[in-house]
């Protein structure tokens, strides 16, 4: 019988898994790979996910990360440069990255199993109590599913992604790039409606390239990826003849596209609860937050007079955390699905940078400055008033 046993050693369940293990409890980590393991992704990280990375106490100075100084948006014949007000950012392979983070894990305390793929959950009474694997079963007082998009575990309870809430699509791949140590994450906005693509240097003679769509029903992120890469200029390399590795694509679960992210026995976390910001795409700095809101949860529950009643109180901390953002931006990205409003918008935020700088920091992809400004303070007002649904 273990305290916590967390289902999947990707960003939300590492975090969650070291918090745990740093409060002193039992926490058993089933991964159903084994690293190194490639993920899809851009490799970006944001100054919001590399002070997630700090609270884990993650060495950010060796080999291996990137660090970037702000954003560069392209779009409608302008290019727009916005330093991260406060803090950096980094890049670093997921392939990396993951395994960073399920060793850190370990040596807070957390066991890991590798290769132990969760086939059904465990019950009794109404209530998750443990978790049935292809090597045996396993017992918990409680499980987290951070089991990443497609959640069977989730899935095996009934909690199915919500029609209501957008899936996109990602497709990336690596070339060996000149432009490999732009220290930029540089954003190409209108390649289609409600989705950019992006150029991310990693620092290690290869960029990180692809294509996020967040609307799409069916989209064709190869042909949207193929035809924007013909039209950069060749001495970036962007081709097939400095390309590493294939084009893969994964989905991009967003804003809150699986609820509750709480039953009795079983929480939520990252991409199995669709904490994908749907303005931007990005999760894993939301993937990272989850883990550890999900964490100072569950040690407050087991070391208080009311253990369930304070487990049910996860869905709204999460809410708090990123629920405005997360509503806003199912709102913005419904409209930029208008090729008109997309064509617009990109007019006109790039055609004023505080604007822009208002609109990221609203939709939650900019940090604020250290001294707000008025634009900062409106922004923060307005996530205030807005629904965290």
């Given amino acids: 019988m ?13 975090s969650a898994a070291c918090h745990l293990a740093r409060a002193g ?36 100075t060796g080999p291996g990360w990137f660090r970037t100084e702000g954003v560069r948006l392209i779009g409608a014949g302008r290019t727009l440069e916005l330093p991260w007000p406060s803090g950096h950012g980094l890049t670093r392979t997921r392939t990396d990255l993951d395994e960073l983070l399920a060793r850190q894990a370990v040596s807070a305390g957390a066991a890991l199993l590798e290769n132990t793929k969760v086939t059904a959950p465990l019950r009794s009474r109404g209530r998750v109590t443990g978790v049935r694997t292809t090597t045996g079963t396993h017992s918990a007082r409680l499980v987290i599913a951070a089991d990443g998009a497609s959640s069977r575990l989730s899935v095996a309870l009934g909690l199915r992604p919500r029609r209501d809430r957008p899936i996109g699509i990602a497709g990336r791949r690596y070339y060996r790039s000149p432009r490999h140590d732009d220290a930029y994450l540089e954003i190409w906005l209108g390649l289609a409606p409600a989705g950019y693509g992006w150029i991310f240097g990693m620092g290690d003679g290869t960029c990180n390239v692809g294509v996020a769509l967040l609307r799409t029903e069916h989209p064709d992120y190869h042909r949207i990826l193929a035809r924007w890469l013909t039209s950069l200029p060749p001495a970036w390399s962007l081709s097939d003849d400095h390309a590493v590795g294939p084009l893969r694509g994964a989905a991009l679960p967003m804003g809150f596209s699986r609820r509750p992210h709480y039953l009795p026995g079983l929480l939520l976390a990252g991409d199995s609860g669709g904490m994908v910001n749907p303005s931007s795409g990005e999760g894993i700095a939301y993937s990272l937050e989850a883990g550890r809101i999900a964490a100072e949860v569950i040690t407050t529950a087991f070391h208080g007079p009311f253990p369930e009643r304070t487990l049910q109180t996860y869905p709204a901390a999460v809410r708090r955390a990123n629920g405005a953002p997360f509503t806003l931006g199912r709102a ?4 930029i699905d208008d090729p008109r ?3 617009l918008a990109t007019r006109q935020g790039l055609s004023h940078p505080t604007l822009m700088r208002f609109a990221l920091t609203l939709f939650g992809g900019m940090p604020p400055s250290p ?6 303070r409106l922004a923060a007002a307005l996530t205030r008033l807005t629904p965290r649904s």
Wanted: aromatic share 4%.
């Fill in 341 to 343: 409003i997309m064509r």
């Fill in 2 to 14: 273990h305290d916590v046993i967390v289902v999947g050693a990707g960003p939300a369940g590492s």
């Fill in 25 to 60: 409890l039992d926490v058993l980590v089933l991964e159903k790979t084994s690293f190194p393991r490639e993920k899809i992704c851009g490799d970006g990280l944001t100054p919001r996910a590399v002070r997630e990375l700090q609270r884990l106490d993650i060495d950010l």
């Fill in 332 to 335: 913005f990205t419904r409209a």
């Fill in 371 to 376: 001294v707000p400004t008025p634009s900062d």
